[in-house]
Protein backbone atom coordinates (compact mmCIF):
# COMPACT_ATOMS: atom_id res chain seq x y z
CA UNK A 1 0.00 0.00 0.00
CA UNK A 2 1.93 3.53 -1.39
CA UNK A 3 2.05 6.27 1.61
CA UNK A 4 -1.02 8.30 -0.17
CA UNK A 5 -3.27 5.22 0.11
CA UNK A 6 -2.42 4.79 4.27
CA UNK A 7 -3.27 8.51 4.22
CA UNK A 8 -6.19 7.76 2.57
CA UNK A 9 -7.59 5.44 4.33
CA UNK A 10 -6.74 6.94 7.91
CA UNK A 11 -8.00 10.40 7.13
CA UNK A 12 -11.84 9.08 7.30
CA UNK A 13 -11.79 7.83 10.44
CA UNK A 14 -10.11 11.15 12.10
CA UNK A 15 -12.10 13.33 14.43
CA UNK A 16 -12.72 16.84 12.64
CA UNK A 17 -9.73 18.85 14.72
CA UNK A 18 -7.50 15.83 14.12
CA UNK A 19 -8.39 16.56 10.41
CA UNK A 20 -7.75 20.45 10.41
CA UNK A 21 -4.50 19.52 12.43
CA UNK A 22 -3.14 17.35 9.27
CA UNK A 23 -3.91 20.19 6.93
CA UNK A 24 -1.39 21.94 8.65
CA UNK A 25 1.80 19.32 8.40
CA UNK A 26 2.87 19.79 4.72
CA UNK A 27 1.24 21.02 1.24
CA UNK A 28 0.26 17.30 0.06
CA UNK A 29 -1.30 16.55 3.54
CA UNK A 30 -3.26 20.04 3.02
CA UNK A 31 -4.31 18.95 -0.61
CA UNK A 32 -4.93 15.79 0.43
CA UNK A 33 -7.59 16.63 3.30
CA UNK A 34 -9.48 19.25 1.53
CA UNK A 35 -11.13 16.45 -0.36
CA UNK A 36 -14.79 17.17 1.00
CA UNK A 37 -15.48 13.14 1.52
CA UNK A 38 -13.45 13.38 4.25
CA UNK A 39 -15.11 16.16 5.78
CA UNK A 40 -18.41 14.29 4.93
CA UNK A 41 -17.28 11.19 7.28
CA UNK A 42 -16.71 14.19 10.00
CA UNK A 43 -19.85 16.16 9.68
CA UNK A 44 -21.41 12.42 9.25
CA UNK A 45 -20.55 11.60 13.32
CA UNK A 46 -21.88 15.12 14.27
CA UNK A 47 -24.85 15.82 12.22
CA UNK A 48 -26.14 12.56 10.32
CA UNK A 49 -29.14 13.64 8.48
CA UNK A 50 -27.70 15.89 6.84
CA UNK A 51 -25.64 12.99 4.79
CA UNK A 52 -29.54 11.81 3.84
CA UNK A 53 -29.39 14.41 1.13
CA UNK A 54 -27.43 13.79 -2.47
CA UNK A 55 -25.21 16.88 -1.72
CA UNK A 56 -24.47 19.16 1.04
CA UNK A 57 -26.88 21.96 2.59
CA UNK A 58 -24.02 24.11 2.08
CA UNK A 59 -21.36 24.61 -0.26
CA UNK A 60 -19.05 21.94 1.01
CA UNK A 61 -19.24 20.27 4.11
CA UNK A 62 -15.70 21.54 5.09
CA UNK A 63 -17.86 24.33 4.95
CA UNK A 64 -20.10 23.21 6.98
CA UNK A 65 -17.90 22.14 9.95
CA UNK A 66 -15.80 25.27 9.86
CA UNK A 67 -19.01 26.79 10.69
CA UNK A 68 -20.53 24.91 13.43
CA UNK A 69 -18.20 23.05 14.99
CA UNK A 70 -17.21 25.84 17.83
CA UNK A 71 -19.71 29.03 18.31
CA UNK A 72 -19.09 31.77 16.57
CA UNK A 73 -19.78 35.03 16.57
CA UNK A 74 -23.11 35.92 15.17
CA UNK A 75 -23.56 35.93 11.54
CA UNK A 76 -26.68 36.72 9.33
CA UNK A 77 -28.03 34.15 7.69
CA UNK A 78 -31.56 34.26 6.00
CA UNK A 79 -33.10 37.54 4.90
CA UNK A 80 -36.24 39.08 6.31
CA UNK A 81 -38.62 37.55 4.06
CA UNK A 82 -38.18 33.42 4.44
CA UNK A 83 -41.08 30.51 3.80
CA UNK A 84 -41.32 27.10 5.16
CA UNK A 85 -41.38 25.87 1.91
CA UNK A 86 -37.99 26.97 1.23
CA UNK A 87 -36.56 25.84 4.52
CA UNK A 88 -36.07 21.89 5.76
CA UNK A 89 -34.82 20.95 9.44
CA UNK A 90 -31.76 18.15 9.65
CA UNK A 91 -32.58 16.61 13.01
CA UNK A 92 -30.75 14.06 15.09
CA UNK A 93 -31.08 12.80 18.84
CA UNK A 94 -28.81 10.60 20.78
CA UNK A 95 -28.80 8.31 23.73
CA UNK A 96 -25.17 8.08 25.06
CA UNK A 97 -23.07 7.76 21.63
CA UNK A 98 -25.80 5.68 19.99
CA UNK A 99 -27.80 7.57 17.17
CA UNK A 100 -31.75 6.85 17.79
CA UNK A 101 -33.59 9.39 15.20
CA UNK A 102 -32.32 11.10 12.25
CA UNK A 103 -34.48 12.77 9.51
CA UNK A 104 -34.19 15.36 7.21
CA UNK A 105 -37.61 16.86 7.63
CA UNK A 106 -39.43 19.74 4.76
CA UNK A 107 -40.38 22.23 6.55
CA UNK A 108 -44.10 21.92 5.12
CA UNK A 109 -44.26 18.84 6.92
CA UNK A 110 -43.12 20.35 10.27
CA UNK A 111 -45.53 23.23 9.72
CA UNK A 112 -48.23 20.92 9.25
CA UNK A 113 -47.94 18.82 12.34
CA UNK A 114 -49.74 15.78 13.99
CA UNK A 115 -52.60 16.13 11.88
CA UNK A 116 -54.22 12.34 13.76
CA UNK A 117 -52.61 11.80 17.74
CA UNK A 118 -52.00 8.66 17.88
CA UNK A 119 -54.33 6.34 20.74
CA UNK A 120 -52.79 6.13 23.97
CA UNK A 121 -51.69 9.60 24.79
CA UNK A 122 -52.85 11.37 27.42
CA UNK A 123 -56.36 13.57 26.96
CA UNK A 124 -54.45 16.63 27.79
CA UNK A 125 -51.47 16.27 25.56
CA UNK A 126 -54.58 15.34 22.59
CA UNK A 127 -56.42 18.42 23.26
CA UNK A 128 -53.18 20.59 22.93
CA UNK A 129 -52.16 18.69 19.30
CA UNK A 130 -55.94 19.06 17.87
CA UNK A 131 -56.05 22.72 19.02
CA UNK A 132 -55.51 25.76 16.70
CA UNK A 133 -52.71 27.13 18.43
CA UNK A 134 -50.31 23.97 18.73
CA UNK A 135 -46.83 24.47 17.82
CA UNK A 136 -44.26 22.75 14.71
CA UNK A 137 -44.84 19.22 15.70
CA UNK A 138 -43.50 15.95 13.66
CA UNK A 139 -45.09 12.23 14.20
CA UNK A 140 -42.23 10.30 14.73
CA UNK A 141 -42.83 6.97 12.94
CA UNK A 142 -41.72 4.09 14.14
CA UNK A 143 -41.74 5.29 17.69
CA UNK A 144 -38.56 5.00 19.46
CA UNK A 145 -38.05 4.22 23.36
CA UNK A 146 -35.98 5.64 25.43
CA UNK A 147 -34.85 4.66 29.09
CA UNK A 148 -34.43 7.52 31.31
CA UNK A 149 -31.43 6.28 33.13
CA UNK A 150 -29.22 7.19 29.79
CA UNK A 151 -28.48 10.86 28.48
CA UNK A 152 -30.64 11.72 26.03
CA UNK A 153 -29.07 15.12 23.46
CA UNK A 154 -30.20 16.56 20.00
CA UNK A 155 -28.69 18.47 17.18
CA UNK A 156 -30.81 20.45 14.76
CA UNK A 157 -29.82 22.34 11.49
CA UNK A 158 -32.16 24.38 9.39
CA UNK A 159 -31.16 24.82 5.72
CA UNK A 160 -32.29 27.17 3.08
CA UNK A 161 -32.69 25.36 0.15
CA UNK A 162 -32.88 28.21 -2.21
CA UNK A 163 -29.23 29.21 -1.68
CA UNK A 164 -27.49 26.68 0.58
CA UNK A 165 -27.46 28.98 3.54
CA UNK A 166 -27.76 26.82 6.96
CA UNK A 167 -28.39 27.74 10.82
CA UNK A 168 -27.47 25.86 13.81
CA UNK A 169 -30.87 25.93 16.11
CA UNK A 170 -29.97 23.28 18.58
CA UNK A 171 -26.63 22.61 18.89
CA UNK A 172 -26.22 19.12 21.70
CA UNK A 173 -28.74 20.15 23.78
CA UNK A 174 -29.66 17.14 26.27
CA UNK A 175 -33.27 16.73 27.33
CA UNK A 176 -33.07 17.12 30.89
CA UNK A 177 -36.27 18.16 31.97
CA UNK A 178 -39.22 15.76 31.81
CA UNK A 179 -43.07 16.93 32.74
CA UNK A 180 -45.63 14.23 33.27
CA UNK A 181 -48.41 16.38 33.42
CA UNK A 182 -48.05 17.02 29.46
CA UNK A 183 -45.69 14.01 28.16
CA UNK A 184 -42.85 15.96 27.17
CA UNK A 185 -38.88 15.86 27.68
CA UNK A 186 -37.52 18.89 26.59
CA UNK A 187 -34.64 20.32 25.87
CA UNK A 188 -33.35 24.32 24.34
CA UNK A 189 -30.31 26.29 23.21
CA UNK A 190 -30.24 30.00 22.86
CA UNK A 191 -31.93 31.15 19.28
CA UNK A 192 -29.91 33.87 17.34
CA UNK A 193 -32.25 36.25 15.51
CA UNK A 194 -31.41 38.65 12.61
CA UNK A 195 -30.38 42.19 13.34
CA UNK A 196 -32.93 43.04 10.89
CA UNK A 197 -35.47 42.23 13.17
CA UNK A 198 -34.18 42.97 17.52
CA UNK A 199 -35.66 40.70 19.87
CA UNK A 200 -35.32 40.86 23.33
CA UNK A 201 -31.93 38.41 23.99
CA UNK A 202 -32.03 35.25 25.43
CA UNK A 203 -35.18 33.81 23.61
CA UNK A 204 -35.06 29.63 23.54
CA UNK A 205 -35.44 27.27 20.54
CA UNK A 206 -37.34 24.26 22.52
CA UNK A 207 -37.56 21.01 21.41
CA UNK A 208 -39.97 18.41 23.03
CA UNK A 209 -40.37 14.35 22.60
CA UNK A 210 -43.74 13.71 22.83
CA UNK A 211 -44.43 10.30 24.51
CA UNK A 212 -47.17 8.29 25.30
CA UNK A 213 -49.35 7.61 28.49
CA UNK A 214 -47.87 3.84 29.34
CA UNK A 215 -47.08 5.20 33.56
CA UNK A 216 -43.37 3.09 32.89
CA UNK A 217 -41.70 5.89 34.73
CA UNK A 218 -38.43 4.28 33.74
CA UNK A 219 -39.07 4.57 29.72
CA UNK A 220 -40.79 6.86 27.66
CA UNK A 221 -42.73 5.89 24.19
CA UNK A 222 -41.84 8.84 21.94
CA UNK A 223 -44.75 8.92 19.64
CA UNK A 224 -43.99 12.77 18.32
CA UNK A 225 -41.39 15.54 17.85
CA UNK A 226 -42.69 19.32 19.42
CA UNK A 227 -40.18 22.49 18.25
CA UNK A 228 -41.15 26.02 19.93
CA UNK A 229 -39.26 28.99 18.74
CA UNK A 230 -41.48 31.26 21.15
CA UNK A 231 -43.58 32.77 18.11
CA UNK A 232 -40.11 34.25 16.73
CA UNK A 233 -40.43 31.66 13.90
CA UNK A 234 -44.18 31.30 13.31
CA UNK A 235 -44.74 34.11 11.79
CA UNK A 236 -43.54 34.20 7.83
CA UNK A 237 -40.63 36.77 7.74
CA UNK A 238 -38.32 36.27 10.40
CA UNK A 239 -34.72 35.91 9.96
CA UNK A 240 -32.53 33.16 11.55
CA UNK A 241 -28.61 34.04 12.27
CA UNK A 242 -25.85 31.33 12.63
CA UNK A 243 -25.25 30.05 16.51
Same mark, same amino acid.
Given at each position: ????????????????ADLASCMAVCKQWRDMARDDYFWKCVCAKRWPSICKRQD????????????????????????????????????????????????????????????????????????????????????????????????? !??????? *?? /? =??????? &?????? +???????????????????????????????? !??????? *?? /? =??????? &?????? +?????????????
Amino acid at each position: MSYEEILKAVFPLLEGADLASCMAVCKQWRDMARDDYFWKCVCAKRWPSICKRQDPPTVTYYKLYQTFYKRQGRQILLPPRLSFDNLEFFIDIWTEDRLIFSEVVPGPALHTGIKSPPPGICDRLRFQLEGPDCKMTLPVQPGFKVPLSETV !SVSVLVG *RK /D =SNRVACI &INKSIF +DYIDRTSYRAMAFDYLGLSPAHPFVPGIRAWI !SLLFMDD *RN /D =SVIDVFG &IEMDFC +DAAKIQGRGFVAA
